[in-house]
């Protein structure tokens, strides 16, 4: 059964930063595209980051750029986002997803399974 874990959010005050896993099972996350989505209410969900198998080439929004980074430790099967100099319009809740096909690009991925969200909070 093909799941995904997220978790590491929690309360911080803007500067502060925090680290989220995704933590994979039933598959073998460096032949899968992994993206980050952030969901804030009255907002449509938003593609933070995202990581490509393989090369393990990236994508940010531009509001992230600069401040986080996303990684993959293929031992642990975990993707991380190390979110830094965090800001309260960081606020939401955080999501990772996957294509169920392998090696496929961040802009034509097609997200079909998700974990469950990890809060992360924000405040000034």
């Known amino acids: 059964d093909v799941q995904l874990q997220a978790f590491g959010g929690g309360l911080v005050q803007a500067w502060e930063s925090l680290r989220l896993s995704c933590a994979a099972s039933?598959?073998?996350?460096?032949?899968?595209?992994i993206g980050w989505f952030r969901q804030t209410p009255g907002k449509e969900r938003e593609a933070v980051s995202c990581i490509v198998a393989g090369d393990g080439a990236t994508y940010y929004s531009d509001s992230a750029k600069g401040r986080f980074t996303i990684s993959r430790d293929n031992a642990k099967n975990t993707v991380y986002l190390q979110m830094n100099s965090l800001k309260p319009e960081d606020t939401g809740v955080y999501y990772c997803?996957?294509?169920?096909?392998?090696?496929?690009?961040?802009?034509?991925?097609?997200?079909?399974?998700w974990g469950q969200g990890t809060q992360v909070t924000v405040s000034s």
């Open positions: 039933g598959l073998v996350l460096d032949d899968y595209v």
């Open positions: 997803a996957t294509d169920v096909r392998t090696y496929t690009a961040c802009a034509r991925a097609d997200f079909g399974v």
